[in-house]
């Protein structure tokens, strides 16, 4: 009889627990399908105002810069704004070979402002 109960208990755990990974995929998915069409044009790539938009984004959060700060509170504040900017960019998901290219867009068009 207790062994019945604990397969019982572990069956329902189980399914507790695929039930909460298929919400958390759902989820996921759903984000990424959301960040693509907000940025991306139809062959997936950037568009140009999203270019200029996360360039700005990086800019302004720390991503290709140091979040040290000598007061912590102040570190701690730079370093939640990076890590917002970097779920935004990451969640274009973008290979690395995207990643570099935009890189090399953003570095183009920040010559090309100054």
Do not use: Y
């Not at 399908?33 to 997936?44: I, P, Q, S, T, Y």
């Not at 270019?51 to 800019?59: M, P, S």
């Not at 007061?71 to 990451?90: M, N, T």
């Amino acid at each position: 009889m207790q062994l019945r109960d604990e397969i019982r208990d572990t069956q329902f755990q189980a399914r507790s627990v695929r039930q909460q990974l298929r919400q958390r995929i759902e989820m996921l998915l759903g984000r990424f399908n959301l960040a693509r069409e907000v940025f991306c044009d139809k062959d997936g790539k950037p568009t140009p105002p999203a270019v200029t938009w996360l360039r700005q984004l990086a800019a302004r959060n720390f991503v290709d810069q140091s979040t040290f700060h000598e007061d912590p509170r102040e570190h701690a504040r730079r370093e939640g704004r990076r890590e917002v900017a970097l779920d935004i960019i990451l969640s274009l998901d973008l290979d690395s070979e995207q990643v570099r290219r935009l890189r090399a867009q953003l570095h183009e068009r920040e010559d090309s402002d100054e």
